[in-house]
Every structure is written in C-alpha cells, then in structure tokens.
C-alpha cells in the first residue's frame, strides 16, 4: 500500500474515492513531469472527473502560497505525494455569506510525503504555503467536483467567490 493510503483509507471512508485516489497516486511517476510549472505558483492539473467527484493533482514551486480560501461546498481530502507544505487554519464567525469575514487563527500544521488532510465545507478556511526550495505535489479528490470557492483576501478580509479552474486536463492517464 502506498504510504498515506491507509490513513487516507480511515478518512475517506467510500471505496470509490480511495480506489480512484490509489489508482492516481499509483501512476504519479507516469504524469508528474507533464504537470505546469510556474515560478513562485501552484498549477492544478485535473486527471479525472465523474459525477460525484474528480481528482486533481497539484504543484507547489518554491514560494508558493495559495490565497486563504475554502473548498466551497465540496468535501477535500489530500494526500501528499512529494515534498512539504504549511497550512495555516482559520475559523470564520459567521456563515460566509457576507463581504467581510471575521477571521480566527486556529493552528497550523506540516504535510510531508504520505500525509493525509481532509477539508470540508464552507467553514474550514485555510492557506497552503511551501517554505522549503524543493517542489512540492499533491494529489487531492473533491467530493463533489468543486466548481467555486471563496477566497478572503488577508489583510481587507474581503470574500469573493471564484471560480475553480485548472491549467491543465491528464484525462487519459
């Protein structure tokens, strides 16, 4: 089994999602070298997409760091493949439906090879930062396919919805 899958295996809990998940992970040294590379940037890649879910595979450059943000209304759960990354939590007080959010530190944590981070609704806002000077992946399954999300701008705590995009589509791997 590969490293992360049984913690992924206890999170996940539908055979479906970690099939797919395990499948993907599998055959990450058959697309890793394909996936987009943008200096200082993360790029999305989608591998598969169905009803209920889809798969996306992630590259973190060095400096990287996402906006906070949440998943929307999709369940996430990620497995990392290679590398390291920092996430910084945040609760919000209040539903998410206004301009400006109210923003409460909650931790932070450390994702390394074969670690495994779920997140789910509207409410679990976080940042993903790569520190280090290494590049880093992760393989993520959103259950149901994300189509737009919020992202709250740190020092305003301005909302605003966006929608999900990838750079690239691996449907065939």
């Known amino acids: 089994m590969i490293a992360g899958m049984e913690g992924l295996a206890r999170a996940m809990g539908d055979d479906e999602f970690l099939e797919c998940m395990q499948r993907y992970a599998q ?3 058959t697309y890793r ?6 200096p200082y940037a993360y790029t999305r890649t989608q591998l598969f997409r169905a009803p209920r879910y889809e798969v ?3 590259r973190w450059s060095p400096g990287s760091i996402s906006p906070i943000h949440d998943h929307g209304t999709s369940d996430c759960w990620v497995l990392m493949m290679e590398g390291a990354l920092d996430v910084e939590n945040f609760d919000r ?9 109210n923003l409460r530190p909650t931790g932070k944590i450390s994702l390394g090879r ?3 981070d779920h997140r789910g609704g509207p409410t679990e806002l976080h940042r993903v930062r790569n520190s280090s000077d290494e590049t880093a992946y992760t ?5 149901e396919p994300i189509h737009a999300y919020t992202v709250v701008d740190a ?3 301005q909302c605003r919805l966006v929608t999900a995009t990838c750079d690239l ?5």
């Open 27 to 29: 055959r990450f040294t």
């Open 114 to 116: 074969g670690d495994v």
């Open 169 to 173: 589509e691996l449907l065939e791997i």
């Open 33 to 38: 070298d394909r996936l987009p590379l943008i």
């Open 155 to 157: 020092h305003s705590r």
């Open 56 to 58: 996306v595979v992630m």
């Open 93 to 101: 007080d209040e539903d998410g439906s206004g301009s400006i959010v």
């Open 139 to 143: 393989l993520q399954l959103y259950a």
